[in-house]
């Protein structure tokens, strides 16, 4: 599995509503059993903080604080 993903590895394709600049995105879903989520329910943006990374600077290495992003249901 990729740095920051859990296993199962669940994806959907998410629609923005008529005027969006975005018209879809195909997108990780988290905290969400695989075959619960239907076509139609609503979702929400989660940001989460994953491991630092090394990167170059000059003099050296620095780490490099990350967030990755995902969907998880909105529950009602």
């Known amino acids: 599995m990729p740095l920051g993903y859990d296993s199962p590895l669940i ?3 998410i629609q923005f509503p008529a ?13 969400c059993p695989a075959g619960k989520l239907k ?4 979702v929400q943006l989660v940001v989460f903080e994953v491991p630092a990374h090394p990167i170059d600077v000059k ?13 998880e249901p909105v529950n009602k």
């Not at 005027?19 to 905290?31: A, Y």
């Not at 076509?39 to 609503?42: I, L, S």
């Open 11 to 13: 994806h959907a394709v």
């Open 19 to 31: 005027g969006s600049p975005i018209k879809g995105l195909v997108t990780k879903i988290i905290n």
């Open 39 to 42: 076509d139609g329910d609503e």
């Open 59 to 71: 003099g050296g290495i620095a780490m490099k604080e990350r967030v990755f992003f995902a969907f």
